[in-house]
């Protein structure tokens, strides 16, 4: 248990739904990121915030949506899907993202599927 | 944009053989990370390497980090089957401006009992 939790685990949806995944993080940490994990690619970063402040936005697709209401929450609001963006999503935390010491503690991912 | 290379992709070995991955980067980094993602789990932080020519040991785990910090490895001795997943290392370029980690595709290590 990494002390970051992700829902939900598995998420099947056709390419017309809209549909959120929500992560929380309970380690105090300021810097949350999203991260994609296809098969065969490296993890990809999409989004990440400091303060809930957005500071990094790695061009994805305006269909894809997060919202940081504060530091411990952090969502990411799907619409209008492809099946090429079934992937596993994963969600990380770390205690600042503007310093050298970033480890990041990750979450279990929410597996998706988009029929 | 800032490339991380690692290799092999695949790795199978025999228990109780050991198991080197390398990762290659295409720039400078101020640190190197490794992580390790069991199967259907997901990644966990091994450790961080910072200077140059570093050398750290987490019990059969060695990792090492290049004189130039372009390059490292993570050696593991006498594998068990415990060691089963796929690693990945991470860089981080901060010269670019940005404090983002660049993930290599990562090398999944199988053991045969």
């Known amino acids: 248990e990494t002390g970051v939790t992700q829902t939900p685990r598995h998420l099947v949806m056709g390419m017309t739904n809209k549909k959120s995944l929500k992560c929380e993080q309970h380690l105090g940490h300021n810097a949350m990121y999203w991260y994609k994990q296809s098969a065969k690619k490296p993890l990809e970063l999409m989004f990440v915030?400091?303060?809930?402040?957005?500071?990094e936005n790695n061009s994805v697709p305006s269909r894809f949506s997060p919202e940081c209401p504060n530091s411990s929450h952090l969502f990411l609001h799907l619409h209008t899907l492809q099946p090429e963006d079934s992937a596993l999503y994963l969600c990380?935390?770390?205690?600042?993202?503007?310093?050298?010491?970033?480890?990041?503690?990750f979450g279990p991912g929410t597996r998706l599927t988009v029929l | 944009g800032q490339q991380v290379m690692q290799i092999p992709q695949y790795q199978h070995v025999q228990e109780g053989e050991d198991f080197t991955t390398y990762c290659n980067s295409s720039?400078?980094?101020?640190?190197i990370q490794w992580y390790k993602q069991r199967p259907g789990g997901h990644p966990v932080f091994l450790i961080q390497?910072?200077?140059?020519?570093e050398v750290k040991k987490q019990k059969r785990l060695t990792f090492q980090f290049g004189e130039a910090k372009k390059n490292s490895s993570l050696h593991i001795t006498a594998t068990q089957t415990t060691d089963v997943g796929t690693y990945f290392c991470a860089g981080l370029d901060s010269g670019a401006g940005s404090y983002q980690l660049t993930f290599g595709k990562g090398t999944k290590l199988s053991v045969i009992p």
């Open positions: 915030y400091s303060l809930e402040e957005r500071v």
């Open positions: 990380a935390s770390s205690k600042g993202h503007q310093t050298t010491y970033n480890e990041q503690f």
């Open positions: 390497l910072v200077k140059s020519g």
């Open positions: 720039t400078t980094l101020s640190n």
